[in-house]
């Protein structure tokens, strides 16, 4: 199983994604919230502070930092395990410091997350979650919060309707 991390940066309205360039062999040409492996003797928070600093150039107030949730997907060898953080504070602006792994990054809107292809259709939920977008409810452009048409599972605190501190995220 693979563990990864990502992180959700949001300002003025809008999350920060990363586009994977097409010549990617995993997930090719699609947008995602920067992040990436957790290393070996590493927590996540670790891995997410590493991960903010190698990809975008800004250092994470870790205090800042709470889970969101977590998404499968995959199974036996391929199976993945993605950590999703939100991170509340931050020092520097985000540049594309990783332009091997990506070739666009972008500050979306919550409106503009059903219009774009993502690396998982519930991913879109999952940020709608974060209390900058007062939980948009609906899930407009993913009918089922907790799993996307790859079978990618979720879940969010918002269709839970409980909050991290009492919830399994898996």
Request: glycine fraction near 10%.
């Amino acid at each position: 199983m693979h563990v990864v991390v990502t992180g959700a940066l949001v300002e003025n309205g809008a999350v920060l994604l990363v586009h994977r360039r097409p010549t990617k062999r995993v997930y090719p040409d699609v947008w995602d919230l920067p992040g990436g492996q957790v290393e070996a003797a590493e927590s996540e928070l670790q891995a997410l502070a590493r991960e903010m600093r190698e990809e975008l150039g800004v250092h994470i107030v870790a205090e800042s930092a709470s889970r969101l949730g977590v998404l499968h997907a995959g199974s036996g060898e391929d199976a993945v395990h993605v950590g999703v953080w939100q991170i509340g504070d931050w020092v520097g602006s985000p540049t594309n410091r990783a332009p091997d792994e990506h070739d666009d990054i972008a500050w979306v809107g919550i409106s503009e997350l059903g219009g774009l292809p993502l690396v998982h259709g519930v991913l879109a939920a999952l940020v709608r979650c974060l209390p900058e977008f007062e939980c948009a409810r609906r899930h407009s452009d993913v009918t089922d919060c907790n799993q996307d048409d790859r079978g990618t599972k979720a879940d969010c605190r918002a269709c839970a309707g409980t909050d991290s501190s009492s919830r399994r995220w898996d």
